[in-house]
Nanobody, 123 residues
């Protein structure tokens, strides 16, 4: 199970850090990702990190502002979001692939999903 947290309301230009904690099983060896879904839109890829965390990949819309990291000792991944914009407003979902699979921008590639955490950026 994946538990996402850290969302909230922030002004444009502000920062938030999302966390995704795994329980019940380890995700050591698994690529982890964040997707987001704005109202009325499809869920879209934001970022992924492979295991053991050397390779990260970001959507162009968040590149340079978001940073994804993982702490395998805590079975947790983090998404540091800086310089937030109103268009970043969405429900953010963390996801994990099966062990030893590489990260993917395709949401259908992920086997485990968290429940989502709301991020709202006001202008």
């Amino acid at each position: 199970q994946l538990q996402a947290s850290g969302g909230g309301l922030v002004q444009a230009g502000g920062s938030l850090r999302l966390s995704c904690a795994a329980s019940g099983r380890t995700f050591v060896g698994s690529a982890m990702a964040w997707f987001r879904q704005a109202p009325g839109k499809e869920r879209e890829f934001a970022a992924y990190i492979n295991w053991p965390g050397v390779r990260r990949y970001y959507a162009d819309s968040v590149k340079g502002r978001f940073t994804l990291s993982r702490d395998d000792a805590k079975n947790t991944v983090y998404l540091q979001m800086n310089s937030l914009k109103p268009e970043d407003t969405a429900v953010y979902y963390c996801a994990a692939r099966s062990r030893f699979s590489s990260g993917s921008v395709d949401l259908n590639a992920y086997d485990y999903w968290g429940q989502g955490t709301q991020v709202t950026v006001s202008s």
